[in-house]
T-cell receptor, first 112, second 112 residues
Framework: DGGITQSPKYLFRKEGQNVTLSCEQN?????MYWYRQDPGQGLRLIYYSQIVNDFQKGDIAEGYSVSREKKESFPLTVTSAQKNPTAFYLC???????????FGEGSWLTVV | GESVGLHLPTLSVQEGDNSIINCAYS??????FIWYKQESGKGPQFIID?????DKRQGQRVTVLLNKTVKHLSLQIAATQPGDSAVYFC???????????FGAGTQVVVTP
């Protein structure tokens, strides 16, 4: 199946730990994105990448880090510096140039 | 779109009726608009898009209307079905790489 795969679906983090969320796409899309969604709210952009080995901060990048070593992969690390990490995290991809952005099924992160 | 708070506006619709979901956007330079449907615990699903050089676009049972003068977007769903129950988000972008700005969303509840 073609699409965007996020893992794990559910993740629990202890205080002070870093955790990494995986995002893989087999759509051959150049651009990839990470969004955060809090209950009852819209999506906010964390980081995005237009091309391999390049990425830019979005609106709420503090406490997060990313890498883009391969076209199909864009992992997100939620660091201990992120003070309120409990949220639903969504990865997305597109061909860029104003084309439609498609989303994965999301990952739930809870701090315990 | 703009996030306006924690409580999603709700639209209750009787099965078989038409639904109209409204969205205001703030950036007059936005040139690409997308409607997404999000079911509970899942990633947003693309419904329909429209570019700023159009004022209407139709899909299967859905129509998007764009009024750039008042910066307003609407989604019309014909013959609403129980499976249409979800949160609907509008999103807009001025960036060719599609960094989307999301609204807070509207909860659609379809009653039999």
């Amino acid at each position: 199946d073609g699409g965007i795969t996020q893992s794990p679906k559910y993740l629990f983090r202890k205080e002070g730990q870093n955790v990494t969320l995986s995002c893989e796409q087999n759509l051959n899309h150049d651009a990839m994105y990470w969004y955060r969604q809090d209950p009852g709210q819209g999506l906010r952009l964390i980081y995005y990448s237009q091309i391999v080995n390049d990425f830019q901060k979005g609106d709420i990048a503090e406490g997060y880090s990313v890498s883009r070593e391969k076209k199909e992969s864009f992992p997100l690390t939620v660091t201990s510096a992120q003070k309120n990490p409990t949220a639903f995290y969504l990865c997305a991809s597109s061909n860029g140039q104003g084309n439609t952005i498609y989303f994965g099924e999301g990952s739930w992160l809870t701090v315990v | 779109g703009e996030s306006v708070g924690l409580h999603l506006p709700t639209l209750s619709v009787q099965e078989g009726d038409n639904s109209i979901i409204n969205c205001a956007y703030s950036n007059s330079a936005s040139d690409y608009f997308i409607w997404y449907k999000q079911e509970s615990g899942k990633g947003p699903q693309f419904i329909i898009d429209i570019r700023s050089n159009m004022d209407k676009r139709q899909g299967q049972r859905v129509t998007v209307l764009l009024n750039k003068t008042v910066k307003h977007l609407s989604l019309q769903i014909a013959a609403t079905q129980p499976g249409d129950s979800a949160v609907y988000f509008c999103a807009d972008t001025t960036d060719s790489w599609g960094k989307l700005q999301f609204g807070a969303g509207t909860q659609v509840v379809v009653t039999p």
